[in-house]
């Protein structure tokens, strides 16, 4: 876990393969990760990722879970397809007001 994480690429990557991820609150998907049950989200330090990590390997009912649960978020919140759509939404937006704006000027 990183102190600080602009997306969390490594975290969605695993995710994409059904693999239980544990982030520290600084990285900006640990809401998605904790809203979904894809994985761990702990504050950094040595303690909370020393419990995160033996609560994965000890608990494979847990373990088991998070993974259907990570590769769920993944597929529902960062598949190419997925992300595609926002963002045309987000332009088609874009747009709209960039042409509400310029009827207005004249």
Do not use: W
Not at 59 to 86: E, I, P, T
């Amino acid at each position: 876990p990183s102190h600080n994480e602009n997306f969390g690429m490594s975290a969605v990557e695993a995710m994409a393969y059904g693999l239980p991820v544990i982030v520290s609150e600084g990285v900006n998907i640990a809401q998605d990760i904790a809203h979904d049950g894809a994985g761990a989200v702990i504050p950094t330090g040595i303690e909370p990722l020393s419990q995160a990590l033996a609560d994965l390997i000890f608990n494979n009912d847990k373990r088991q879970a998070l993974s259907a649960h990570a590769l769920a978020c993944a597929r529902s919140r960062y598949d190419v397809n997925v992300v595609a759509k926002q963002m045309i939404l987000v332009y088609e937006e874009t747009i709209d007001k960039t042409s509400r704006r310029s009827h207005c000027t004249k």
